[in-house]
């Protein structure tokens, strides 16, 4: 079983910085894709950036040249960097294990960003 746990979102003015965390409770960057969601009040959960099977990252347009995912093996610890922050990207972000040796996936509880105009 794996658990995820989020950290570090908040309220940010427009064009402001959060850094969220997302902490695994063991090593599953070798086994598992991750991903970082995000669903805003009436919308669906939409996928924000992601690390693929071979290790590459991949963005949503909404966001590519403002995010970026990163993350620390030793610490099973992946980042969300967000900068340029904008209103429309409020939401709750969840973080998202994918195995990639079965159909298991897993998702942390959600971290709220908030930015204000």
């Known amino acids: 079983q794996v658990q995820l746990v989020e950290s570090g979102g908040g309220l940010v003015q427009a064009g402001g910085s959060l850094r969220l965390s997302c902490s695994a409770s063991?090593?599953?960057?070798?086994?598992?894709?991750i991903d970082w969601y995000r669903q805003a009040p009436g919308k669906q959960r939409e996928v924000v950036a992601s690390?693929?099977?071979?290790?590459?990252?991949m963005y949503a347009d909404s966001v590519k040249g403002r995010f970026t995912i990163s993350r620390d093996n030793a610490k099973n610890t992946v980042y969300l960097q967000m900068d340029s922050l904008k209103p429309e990207d409020t939401a709750v972000y969840y973080c998202?294990?994918?195995?990639?040796?079965?159909?298991?996936?897993?998702w942390g509880q959600g971290t709220q960003v908030t930015v204000s105009s």
């Open positions: 690390f693929t099977r071979a290790g590459s990252t």
């Open positions: 998202h294990a994918r195995s990639l040796l079965s159909t298991e996936q897993y």
């Open positions: 063991g090593r599953i960057f070798s086994t598992h894709t």
